[in-house]
């Protein structure tokens, strides 16, 4: 990994639709040595579709 990209009130950033770019991020930033961090107050503010990508949920 040679960047990681951090989101506060992460949620702010999400919607739905698949081609979000930070769900786009989610989903192929790792062939390119980039990791993403989101923070929010709930699990649930987050879609499916980027859940279903992470490495862990805290």
Known sequence: MRHVIFLD????????DDDDIINVI?????KFGIGLWCASQSPTDFPDS???NVGATL
């Open 9 to 16: 009130d992460a949620h702010k950033f999400f919607s739905k």
């Open 26 to 30: 989610a989903r192929e930033a790792r």
């Open 50 to 52: 980027f859940l279903t």
